[in-house]
């Protein structure tokens, strides 16, 4: 039993960082999603509007593109 402690630290270890990492991606994804979702929220708009959402998709694109 003894033997055994050393290996399920280890495990709890790595799932430990693997549970960091993986809320880490969420939280990231979830901060990506945010101005896709609200703009697909949105009612049909005029053309002027639209492009400004498309602009404002275009910046959010090269901001990710930049980290």
Not at 28 to 52: H, I, M, N, W, Y
């Amino acid at each position: 039993m003894q033997a055994l402690l050393p290996v399920l630290d280890d495990r709890n270890t790595y799932w430990n960082e693997l549970r960091k990492a993986r809320d880490a991606a969420d939280q990231l994804l979830e901060e990506v999603r945010q101005p896709l979702d609200a703009r697909t929220a949105k009612p049909s708009c005029f053309l002027d509007e639209a492009r400004g959402d498309l602009e404002d998709a275009k910046r959010a694109k090269e901001n990710l593109e930049r980290q």
